[in-house]
């Protein structure tokens, strides 16, 4: 089997559950101002300890966490295992700087992937190719490294080879020792430090090896904004299984260089962080991110929303009143989402489609709907049907009703053969 065909294999869960969680935790939850503050404000490693010395979540509960994402229709998570800071919130046999050896004590990632699976999520796992904390990864580019401009580091002799062996040895122990892991999710190439610069062959023919189903981002061979070699008639062995963009949603999908759909999958925060800080104002809503969702799935594509537990281990209030607003949606609609993709219709003025076999989901979110579009629409779709033989057409109606008071929009079930209820609504 080639690798296009072996990508499509491993990504069938993928892009049927299109709806994950990114949890971004560490260290910098405790001083929370996010997870970039040793290298924005260039602080030692005898400095940052303090943080290490501190870190206690007493209130860490994963499966609350996972029941969260459950009920917000969330499929699968994705949890920082090791973000830039280099501190592991998974027992290592390769560095003290762990959680085991913080005053909690605990595997926070062995707890993770229990939680989760119990509530029949997929698990994934987020590790950073960066690594502020180990003697060995320097600034190799890295223009962010917290020491990059530190007087004793001058002279110091760093040897990358020591540090790729340390990041492989932590890539094998993850993909060992915590059973079936579903997602791999690197953060992040740049510069010159691309592809084989880690060794990336010999690294992923290791986790093909060990976790031959597990679905691997895009991010060993480019960085966020980034394809790679993927969509190419010849992708490299590292290319991954997904495309990665953040914090964008890419306005056609992703295609490859044939023009067919590319799986990939948009990362966004809720509240403009990454990691944890105190008090953000600047909460996406839920209809945002719904919004959000729809449209990826309506472009063939995935949607991963971020949350920053605090030190104690705790969700954010306000991100679990999003998530507890989502659940509401989701649990009319999510058979608009879940194993749908890009519609067989041009996208509407006043929504999105998306598909699923037979059946479309029209999802309205504009105002400017008017009777002649959907009356269009309507004899299009009648034709459509016909041409596509497709059963029905389906309105998911997320508070079309606040929208468009003088009718009267219900989730259409089964809607009558030959003509489309929402036209009596409109003739009326
Ligand atoms: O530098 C990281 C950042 O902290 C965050 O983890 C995002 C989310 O994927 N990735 C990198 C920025 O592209």
Known sequence: MGIREER??????????????????????????????????????????????????????????????KGAGMKYAVLTVKHHEGFCLFDSQYTDFKATNTKCGRDLVREYVDAFRKEGLKVGLYYSL???????YHHYGDLYHPMRDNEEFKDYKYDI???????????????????????????????????????????????????????INNRLECNASAKGSIGTSNPTVYAGDFVAPEQ????????????????WEASCTMNNNWGYVTNPNNYKTAK????????????????????SPDARGRIPSQSEKVLLEIKEWFEENEDSIVG???????????????????????????????????????????????LHDMSEVMIVTPWVTELFPDYTFINFQEPPQGTFPLQNEIDT
């Open 8 to 69: 499509d294999k491993r990504v069938k869960w993928f892009m049927n559950d299109r709806f994950g969680m990114f949890i971004h935790w560490g260290l910098y939850s405790i001083p929370a101002v996010g997870e970039w503050k040793r290298s924005y404000e260039r602080i030692s490693l005898e400095e940052y300890d303090k943080y290490f010395d501190a870190f206690n979540p007493v209130d860490y509960d994963p499966e609350k966490w996972a029941r969260l994402a």
């Open 130 to 136: 960066f690594d502020w904390h180990h003697p060995d």
């Open 161 to 215: 080879n020591r540090y790729l062996e340390y990041m492989h040895n932590q890539v094998r122990e993850l993909c060992t020792n915590y059973g079936k892991i579903d997602l791999f999710w690197f953060d992040n190439s740049y510069g010159d430090m691309v592809g084989e610069k880690w060794k990336a062959t010999e690294l992923i023919t290791m986790m093909r090896k060990l976790q031959p189903e597990m679905v």
């Open 248 to 263: 964008i949603i890419p306005p056609q999908g992703i295609l490859d260089d044939e023009g067919m759909p590319l799986p």
């Open 288 to 307: 945002c991110l719904i919004r959000k969702l729809v449209e990826c799935v309506s472009k063939g594509g995935n949607f991963l929303v971020n949350v």
């Open 340 to 386: 749908c993709g890009k519609a067989a219709l041009e996208k509407p003025e006043w929504g999105y489609y998306t598909q699923k076999g037979n059946k479309i989901y029209a999802h309205l979110f504009e105002q400017n709907i008017g009777p002649i579009p959907l009356k269009i629409e309507t004899s299009r779709i009648k034709r459509i049907t016909s």
